[in-house]
């Protein structure tokens, strides 16, 4: 469902469609500018390991979740920024509703990525630094702490759609 479908034209806000659309492209700017910083300062973590004197240190596998944490905090940048080129590609085009349900997608997947990012660093480090089973089991946890707040407590925290109090 698309954020302007998904939307109560009677939630009891006087704005037109127009101004919702630019209201919700503004909300996903926010957003993104959020997961932006946690996603650079991550990556910028990622890509200075390889340059420590101990990365001679990891094993194969661990050698492999890092190059593999490296492609997902790339892709994670990427699909933060796409909503930014999206707009530049899409400007002054009458096509707010496109971009904003678009944008929509895109920072969902963007913080997809940027959990298993989350997770897999936490993986990693206590692999590193404690065992490989130690590891796996935080970055298990790590990831279910994710799936916990990022999506089941919005689920249970949205107001029921056939509620009448709003």
Excluded: C
């Amino acid at each position: 469902m698309t954020e302007t479908a998904d939307a109560d034209p009677n939630d009891g806000r006087d704005e037109s469609p127009v101004e919702r659309l630019d209201r919700n492209w503004s909300d996903t700017l926010q957003e993104l500018r959020v997961t932006q910083t946690g996603t650079q300062i991550i990556t910028g973590f990622l890509l200075t390991l390889a340059f420590q004197n101990r990365f001679t240190d990891l094993d194969r596998d661990q050698v492999f979740i890092y190059l593999v944490l490296v492609v997902l905090a790339a892709v994670s940048t990427i699909l933060g920024l796409a909503p930014v080129s999206l707009h530049r590609t899409l400007f002054r085009k009458k096509a707010k509703a496109e971009l904003v349900a678009t944008a929509h997608r895109l920072l969902i997947a963007t913080l997809g990525v940027l959990g298993l990012v989350v997770a897999g660093v936490v993986l990693l480090i206590f692999d590193v630094v404690v065992s490989r089973g130690a590891g796996f089991i935080a970055g298990g946890a790590t990831l279910l702490v994710i799936i916990a707040i990022w999506v089941l407590l919005p689920r249970a925290a949205r107001p029921d759609r056939t509620s009448q109090h709003r």
